[in-house]
């Protein structure tokens, strides 16, 4: 567990971290447990905790030391919480379904609420591509006599507005490219995750939640034979 400058170790993010692509795993900062589903984002000291447990996977860019994040403010996390409910209701279309209806209990209503769902597909559009922009860069190329050239990436942004840049635009790159064929919303009991499939067989998140599907749906036939016997 990482040590802060000034006090004991910070804790580690409770959200699940699968494996997925960067988006899917922001999108999974809600999920469900035993006691009920739960908003890391909305968590005090969530998002910081969610930034430290993903932070060897982000991007780097020239200038920016992503080391020591400082703590987000509340703008920020609010902004943090836009992009997540967007890319939640866009992956929720592209899955099959009307926006983001499966119960997430999400106290912010940040991209839905619209008259019609054409409006809140729009509003869930607009909040993607304004964190794209929150943090614009370009490329900036390398070239020493030992490795050749290089290409690296610069912006003027801070690193918490690239990294809000850097997610919106990864799921730019998931819902417009290949990935998009398998990204999947895992009908597990209580489950409310994403997923993008790594095989053609797979139908859930996790091992954790096939098992607990495969329980309930023996328990469900052994409950109906039951029903049935005594009818």
């Not at 000034?6 to 960067?22: Q, R, V, W, Y």
């Not at 509340?74 to 866009?90: Q, W």
């Not at 070239?143 to 730019?172: F, H, N, Y």
């Not at 998009?180 to 995750?193: D, E, I, K, Q, T």
């Amino acid at each position: 567990m990482e040590s802060t400058e000034d006090g004991p170790p910070a804790a580690p993010t409770a959200a699940p971290l699968l494996g997925e692509p960067l988006p899917v795993e922001f999108m999974n900062t809600i999920w469900a447990g035993r006691d009920g589903v739960h908003d890391e984002l909305a968590r005090p000291g969530g998002l910081a905790a969610w930034l430290r447990g993903i932070r060897p996977r982000l991007p780097r860019a020239e200038g920016l030391s992503l080391a020591r994040l400082p703590e987000p403010s509340a703008d920020e996390v609010l902004r943090f919480c836009r992009l997540r409910d967007a890319l939640r209701h866009l992956a929720a279309v592209t899955t099959g379904g009307a926006g983001d209806t499966r119960d997430t209990g999400e106290s912010r209503d940040t991209v839905s609420g619209s008259a019609s769902e054409a409006d809140a597909l729009a509003a869930a559009v607009a909040a993607v591509n304004e964190s794209c922009a929150r943090a614009p860069s370009w490329s900036m190329l390398e070239w020493t006599g030992e490795s050749g050239p290089a290409r690296t990436a610069a912006t003027d942004g801070t690193p918490t507005d690239w990294i809000l840049s850097q997610l919106a635009e990864e799921g730019v790159r998931l819902l417009t490219g290949p990935g998009r064929s398998g990204l999947r919303a895992c009908h597990g009991p209580r489950c409310v995750l994403y997923f993008v499939r790594s095989h053609p067989r797979r139908e859930w998140c996790s091992a954790d939640c096939g098992n607990r599907a495969r329980v309930a749906r023996h328990y469900r036939r052994h409950r109906d034979a039951a029903e049935s016997a005594k009818a």
